[in-house]
C-alpha cells in the first residue's frame, strides 16, 4: 500500500496537470497561466489569466506587453469564489507559476493553506511571502 505523502504526490501532480490544461484556455500570448482552488478532494474554483469579464480577450498590446488590467490566474480563481457558494478555508490551490506578490496576498487572506505550483516565475517574493504567512508551499517540476 503507498504511503500517505506519496498519494498526496501523486494527487498533487494530477491536479497541476489539470491546472496546465485549463491554462490552455488563456488568450494570453506571452505566458498561460491556469490555477485550480481544491477543498476536500474536489474543485471549488478555476481560473487562468485574462481580461476581466466583457472585455476583449486579448492580453498584449502592439508591442507584446500585457495590459495592466490582466488579471492572474490565482486572482481569477479567488474572485471566483466570491460569486460561488463555496469558501477557500483551508484549501489547496494549484498553480502553473509561482505567484506573485499581490496573488500571495489573495491567497492568504482567502484562508488558502497550501500552494502547489509547477514553476517559478522570475520574482519569488510571492513565495516568500506565502511562506511567511505559514503557508506550505510545494514546488512539482515535471
Known amino acids: 500500500m503507498e504511503n500517505k505523502t506519496e498519494k498526496q504526490r501523486l494527487l498533487d501532480l494530477r491536479y497541476l496537470r489539470m491546472a496546465r490544461i485549463w491554462a490552455e484556455n488563456s488568450y494570453c500570448q506571452r505566458r498561460q497561466v491556469g490555477a485550480l482552488v481544491v477543498k476536500d478532494k474536489m474543485i471549488i474554483s478555476d481560473g487562468y489569466n485574462g481580461t476581466p469579464s466583457g472585455f476583449e480577450n486579448v492580453c498584449e498590446d502592439e508591442q507584446g506587453v500585457t495590459k495592466t488590467y490582466v488579471l492572474h490566474a490565482e ?45 517559478n516565475y522570475r520574482l519569488i517574493d510571492g513565495i516568500e511571502l506565502l511562506k511567511r504567512a505559514g503557508i506550505e508551499v510545494v514546488l512539482l517540476e515535471g
Open 75 to 119: 486572482a481569477n480563481a479567488i474572485t471566483k469564489l466570491a460569486r460561488s457558494s463555496n469558501n477557500s478555508d483551508g484549501a489547496t490551490i494549484y498553480i502553473t507559476a509561482s505567484p506573485c506578490i499581490e496573488c500571495a496576498k489573495l491567497i492568504i487572506q482567502a484562508g488558502i493553506k497550501r500552494v502547489v505550483y509547477g514553476e
